[in-house]
């Protein structure tokens, strides 16, 4: 009888009954180590992303990665949108799949530029080699997905190649001329520079060779008829000439990634930060109230009154918040003022575009980039 009573006992008791030991959910002060990162005067702690599953086992709290959980927290929020900058909001995401997407957008995403330029005539003071760099970094208003990638062994062709023309001079005897990116011309018939001038003086019945092989006119193409390609930005200065001076030449813009040179990154920038969070831990009036708001250089408080001839210090942009920690120098009087932190699983992600591809498309590509590689990963494990 003795022995039976224990064991209804210990089906009676266990840990998990205890108060002060929850039931699938963590403890404040471990929930807030998960969940941010906490940014003292010295120094930020609890950086760590927690992503063991059995990190929490002896609390009773599932810490496991689970798709549905994912499917459900996962959302992609557009704070701003312009024709050359995005920002949005990524929640509930690791901040390694964030740092995939920009690796991804300066790296691997690919667009037009130009890779190799013929000059048949450049009496200017800039070396070719300088002219040819110049040339290369002027983003291209073309879209890649259009064209093909050209290999070593292949024929530069409508489907692989933009052409451009530039031939300007400056007259003798006027003033100087500055030459921009508005010169470059679009050759939609391909190259017009002979490879052998004597083959074409020989056989004239024959079409002399150019350094372009095109079946086609690409202006004849349905994607180019409203969609001429062309440089994105019409000023940029790549050369002055002086009187008398020319320059004569072809660039021929092939398709390519930043991973290979940075004039195919389709980003200016691409980077995110984890999301600002500010938090009063007491009331802050009056004056206290005021010298917090002259402490925030980007204006992150305001002061409303409260009644009575009281004020109070409140936070009003979070999102402002650049870390500078002024808020809580100047004392531990402060630090018990304010808190600073970081939401681990908030990022709020900025795009700025070079003009090839929107901003918005950028993205989309990136994302299939990024789903081209777990496709591969996965087929090479099974």
């Not at 073309?142 to 024929?155: C, V």
Request: aromatic share 6%.
């Amino acid at each position: 009888m003795a022995e039976n009573e224990g064991k209804e006992e210990e089906k009676k008791f266990s840990i998990w009954d205890l108060p002060d030991v929850p039931m699938g959910k963590l403890p404040p002060h471990l929930e807030l180590q998960r969940t941010r990162v906490v940014c003292n005067v010295d120094a930020p702690i609890h950086t760590e992303s927690i992503q063991y599953s059995g990190a929490y086992a002896s609390m009773g709290v599932d810490n496991s990665l689970r798709l549905d959980h994912f499917s459900n927290n996962f959302r992609v929020e557009v704070v701003r949108l312009t024709e050359e900058v995005m920002e949005f909001d990524m929640i509930g995401i690791d901040a390694a799949i964030a740092n995939a997407f920009r690796r991804i957008l300066i790296a691997e995403v690919p667009t037009m530029a130009i890779e190799k330029v013929l000059i048949a005539n450049n009496t200017s003071i800039v070396q070719d080699e300088v002219l040819s760099h110049r040339l290369g970094l002027i983003p291209i208003s073309a879209d890649p997905r259009l064209f093909e990638y050209m290999s070593d062994n292949d024929q530069p062709n409508e489907k692989n190649t933009i052409v451009f023309k530039l031939h300007v001079r400056c007259k003798k005897g006027g003033p100087r001329f500055t030459v921009k990116s508005d010169e470059l011309k679009w050759l939609p018939q391909g190259s017009e520079f002979v490879k052998d001038s004597r083959s074409a003086t020989s056989s004239s019945n024959s079409k002399p060779e150019t350094y372009t092989s095109f079946t086609c006119r690409q202006d004849s193409l349905p994607d180019f008829v409203n969609n001429a390609p062309g440089p994105k930005y019409l000023d940029i200065i790549t050369a002055i000439l002086g009187p008398g001076q020319e320059i004569e030449l072809e660039a021929h813009a092939v398709k390519g990634i930043g991973k290979t040179h940075a004039k195919w990154s389709p980003v200016g920038t691409a980077w995110y930060r984890m999301l600002p969070e500010v938090v009063l831990l007491k009331e802050v009036e009056d004056d206290v109230a005021e010298e917090l708001k002259r402490r925030c250089p980007v204006n992150v408080f305001d002061i409303e009154d409260i009644g009575n001839g009281k004020k109070s210090a409140t936070v009003a942009r979070p999102r402002d918040c650049t870390l500078c920690r002024e808020c809580i120098r100047g004392g531990e009087e402060w630090e018990k003022r304010v808190a600073l932190r970081r939401v681990k699983d908030h990022f709020i992600f900025t795009i700025e575009s070079t003009g090839a591809l929107p901003p918005e498309v950028l993205f989309t590509e990136a994302v299939k980039v990024l789903e081209d590689k777990c496709e591969r990963v996965i087929t090479d494990l099974s």
